[in-house]
C-alpha cells in the first residue's frame, strides 16, 4: 500500500518511546495512529474522481 511507510514509521517512533519509557509520547503516537487509520479510510478514491474506479 502507498501509506506502509507511514504506519511503519507511526509504530517505530511508539516502540522507541515505549523502550525508553516515554509513556505520555507513546500513548498519543497510538492516538495518532488510529488517526492515521481513520483519515485513510475516509480518503476519496482518486480513481473514482476520474471516473476509472469502483464507485460507492
Partial sequence: ???DWMRHTMEE???YARLHGLTA???HLAQA???LE???A???D??????IGPRH
Fill in 1 to 3: 500500500m502507498a501509506h
Fill in 13 to 15: 517512533m511508539r516502540s
Fill in 25 to 27: 509520547l507513546e500513548e
Fill in 33 to 35: 495512529s488510529l488517526l
Fill in 38 to 40: 481513520v483519515e485513510l
Fill in 42 to 44: 475516509n480518503r476519496p
Fill in 46 to 51: 482518486p480513481r473514482v474522481e476520474e471516473g
